[in-house]
């Protein structure tokens, strides 16, 4: 008895420092990301908010994949200040938009060239909603002359997007972006925690 608990204990001790360890790391780097599903009722006023570098931005991941485990859609609040708005982009997922507040416009790239090419211009405004064809190019503008809210469904998450400089950058120059912005902090450690 006193021999075994003699030499198990440096290995207990070694144990339960490596389990303290990851018990810390866990709670300190999960924080930000708390990929333990979703609450049942949650108050998005108290939810997090961020511009992620953006100007004009705020953006809160309502229900999304990094963070809260979806598997089929993600869902965005945000808001655009007048004069901001999404860069141009497209992306392989489907993607609605219910303008909650405010008005801004919509421009689309139809065209199925080698660029994006000059967009068509939709006004949009509160309770209008807007559906974007999958991989059309397109960007969102805050037009209007007050804050520009949008609630935003995309189905595939986590997104991945691919971003142009103007509407005449040929499409095997976007850029992707992955992680996106919102996503970025949190993609490795879930990620990690697949593994
Ligand atoms: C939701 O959160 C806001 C901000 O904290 C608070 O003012 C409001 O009372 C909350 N709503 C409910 C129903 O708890
Ligand atoms: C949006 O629709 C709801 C429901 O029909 C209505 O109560 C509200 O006034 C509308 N808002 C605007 C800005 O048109």
């Avoid at 990851?22 to 939810?47: F, M």
Wanted: net charge negative.
């Amino acid at each position: 008895m006193i021999l075994l608990s003699v030499s198990s204990s440096p290995i207990a001790a070694v144990f339960s420092v490596a389990l303290l360890l990851i018990y810390l790391s866990e709670a300190t780097l999960g924080a930000p990301c708390p990929i333990n599903g979703l609450p049942i009722v949650r108050n998005i006023s108290e939810l997090p908010q961020d511009n992620y570098g953006r100007s004009g931005l705020s953006h809160m991941t309502v229900a999304g994949s990094v963070l809260h485990g979806m598997k089929e859609v993600e869902i965005w609040l945000q808001t655009f200040a007048p004069g901001s708005g999404t860069p141009i982009h497209r992306h392989s997922c489907e993607e609605v938009f219910v303008v909650l507040k405010g008005s801004g416009t919509l421009y689309l790239a139809e065209t199925h060239g080698s660029f994006p090419g000059k967009p068509i211009e939709f006004p949009v405004f509160a309770n209008s909603t807007i559906h974007i064809p999958i991989n059309d190019a397109h960007q969102v503008k805050n037009t209007g002359h007050e804050d520009l809210q949008v609630l935003v469904i995309i189905s595939r998450p986590p997104i991945k997007v691919f971003t142009y400089d103007d509407w005449f950058m040929p499409h095997t120059a976007a850029r992707l972006k992955f992680p996106y912005y919102w996503d970025e902090q949190c993609l490795q450690e879930s990620q990690k925690d697949e593994l």
